[in-house]
């Protein structure tokens, strides 16, 4: 139904002017549903949020009149209103007449407060559809009526399923255009449902719609007098928003801050994720495992006698225990998993592959830790649901893996908790968000594999031998020089007496290693491979002496934060491309310049110099016995 040209686009609440402390409470207390349009290119996505937009009447006349002005000169809807335009901002989008980032917009009705996320329908951006998606209560799925069910309708609905939206809309869109026809309806609803099913989506709730014309958006459609179900907004006002099932767990609270204004007062705040809390309950805080019991809830307005989830608050403990960022403050009775290796069902988004074994950080709640993802068991074909042999996940790839963090996190399955089992991977070099997961389980090794108590410390082993364990990770192209250095400088630290041992990179690959190839993915595992020995060698009390190609910064930062404080020592042997191929003995860069060997660094694969090594060598100025001594100087001051 067409909204009266003559009626006001923004009605104020009449109880603005009467009573604004009552208007406030009344809003205050609406409750709030958060939901996404989603879909394929061009199903009217951002057309259908302008059109809730402006139904609702909460658009303002000068907003209106910058909408009628950019309608005529970028819209696509010829002399109409070109809805689209009040959520699509930015240039590009309007240049081309698609979305491309996020839109987030808030409205309200006499019922109820929405935010709505207007996502992408592009394959390429499918990575901001899921950040949308990751905080919604329902999902509105849009269908072109004249295109039916698409690839990336699919795809976003098993998005939807995986992420835990309890509640879908199919909105088959621009019904206008195939004359209302309900048999398209129909036939599209079976399609659909036939999919879901597979997915697992077991209740959705069909609309026919024109985002464009307004039918069944406010009011039911006098073009569609067959439909005789709820028209959108009213569905969307009484939606049920389960508020109260979260209340209804266990009481975890992630610890966002220590709020400590004085010397007097030490706080834990951070937002409730589930349960509820009062002064005297007994917790926990993982993953230390200390317990005690609340004293004050403190809040904005003073101390409460409850807190509930959804709240954020600030707690005192009776007990001086430690409790830091990151960590969480549970029920005692009922904590949470603690491990450090689970399965995990990934989202790739970036443009860049991902490396399996390759460290990235890792951010669940108000947690950030160092993770490695490992090769995918299978890749999910999300038309067929068909698991795929995969090695690897590239943009958009949906995959399941298994997850391995540096150290125990509390958390919960992503199916008892969206907070506390939902995580993002960042790439450590770039700072970009390279992909989403989600928990399933922990491995049962996380369980059942304990470090155990010895009585010789690694501090006894050093000491037996006079010296301080380190690692000397030696850096640079093929031929810079750094087995010759590595050489020299065991050789100069055995006239000392020191207790050494030397990993080449050459050596390693005849025994360790020789099950690896010269991929990206084959050079980190090799690189973690020696690390993790290394890491043995100096809990042995050596001095580690490594001479490694490790062209990739994240995979040298990896084994560095294997050791102890001050334990690695970084070697950049700085030798010029031209020079390193001229001395060549191998013969390696003459067959990489031939194609006849791939994945050659400083060829067809890249090299990324330390930027803050300890030591720089330059092999150009000096011989390989004076590198050898500046890091003996180093090492033994």
């Known amino acids: 139904m067409a909204t009266d040209p003559k009626a006001p686009v923004y009605v104020t609440d009449a109880m603005i002017a009467e009573n604004i402390d009552q208007y406030l409470q009344t809003h205050q207390h609406k409750t709030m549903l958060r939901f996404i349009t989603c879909g394929s290119v061009d199903d009217g996505k951002s057309t259908l949020i302008g059109r809730l937009l402006y139904d609702s009447k909460m658009i303002f006349e000068d907003q209106l009149a910058a909408l009628e002005a950019d309608s005529k000169r970028v819209g696509t809807q010829g002399d109409a209103i070109d809805f689209a335009l009040l959520v699509d901002g930015l240039a590009a989008e309007r240049e081309q007449g698609i979305t491309i980032d996020v839109a987030y917009r808030f409205f309200a009705t006499e019922k109820r407060k929405f935010i709505v996320a207007d996502t992408p329908g592009h394959e390429q951006y499918t990575r901001n559809m899921v950040t949308g998606a990751s905080t919604a209560d329902l999902a509105v799925i849009l269908i072109d009526a004249r295109k039916g069910v698409l690839t990336q309708t699919r795809r976003h609905s098993y998005l939807v399923h995986l992420l835990g939206i309890r509640h879908v809309v199919l909105a088959v869109n621009k019904m206008d255009l195939v004359g209302y026809d309900p048999a398209v309806f129909e036939r599209i609803v079976a399609d659909y449902r036939d999919f879901a099913s597979r997915i697992g989506i077991t209740e959705f709730t069909p609309i026919p719609i024109s985002g464009f014309k307004g039918d069944n958006i406010t009011a039911p459609s006098a073009n569609m007098p067959w439909f005789t179900g709820t028209p959108l907004l009213p569905h969307l006002e009484a939606v049920e928003v389960n508020v109260s099932a979260d209340q209804a767990l266990a009481f975890r609270l992630p610890v966002q801050w220590v709020n400590r204004p004085n010397l007097d007062f030490r706080g834990f705040a951070g937002m409730i994720a589930s349960g509820a809390v009062r002064p005297g309950d007994a917790v926990r805080v ?50 949470l998993e603690v491990a450090d290796q689970f399965e995990a069902s990934v989202i790739w988004m970036d443009e860049v592959e991902m490396v399996p074994g390759r460290a990235y950080w890792l951010k669940l709640g108000t947690q950030t830790v160092s993770a490695k993802v490992g090769a995918p068991k299978y890749e999910v074909d999300v038309n067929t649901q068909e698991h795929l042999a995969a090695k690897t996940l590239d943009l958009n790839a949906i995959g399941v893996a298994v997850v391995t963090t540096d150290r125990e996190i509390p958390f919960a399955p992503y199916a008892e908790s969206r907070d506390l089992g939902g995580f993002i991977l960042i790439d450590k070099v770039t700072n970009r968000t390279v992909g989403a997961g989600i928990i399933h389980f922990s491995l049962r090794r996380a369980t059942n594999i304990h470090w155990q108590a010895v009585d010789i410390s690694r501090d006894h082993h050093a000491a037996m031998k006079h010296q301080k364990p380190a690692v000397v990770w030696l850096t640079g192209l093929s031929g810079s020089g750094k087995s010759t250095i590595a050489n020299a400088l065991e050789r100069q630290l055995a006239r000392m007496n020191r207790h050494t041992f030397l990993l080449d990179g050459d050596n390693v690959r005849h025994g360790l290693n020789k099950d690896l190839g010269f991929t990206e993915t084959d050079r980190v595992e090799n690189i973690r491979r020696v690390g993790e020995v290394a890491k043995l060698m100096t809990d042995a009390g050596l001095i580690v002496i490594t001479a490694f190609i490790s062209p990739f910064r994240a995979e040298r930062d990896m084994v560095r934060a294997m050791m102890a404080e001050g334990e690695f020592v970084e070697v950049f042997v700085d030798t010029p491309l031209s020079v390193a191929e001229g001395r060549d003995v191998k013969g390696l860069y003459a067959k990489a310049r031939s194609g006849k060997l791939k994945n050659f660094t400083g060829i067809d694969s890249p090299y990324e110099p330390p930027l803050k090594p ?22 033994i001051p």
Request: proline share 4%.
């Open 286 to 335: 993982l993953p230390g495992g200390k317990t005690s019991t609340v004293a004050r809830i403190v809040a904005m307005e003073g101390d409460r006698d409850l807190a509930v989830a959804g709240e954020s608050v600030t707690l005192t403990l009776a007990d001086e225990i430690d409790c830091s960022r990151g960590q969480v403050i549970v029920a005692a009775a009922s904590p």
């Open 614 to 635: 300890e030591l720089r060598v330059d092999t150009t100025l000096m011989t390989p016995d004076e590198a050898a001594a500046i890091i003996l100087a180093r090492l």
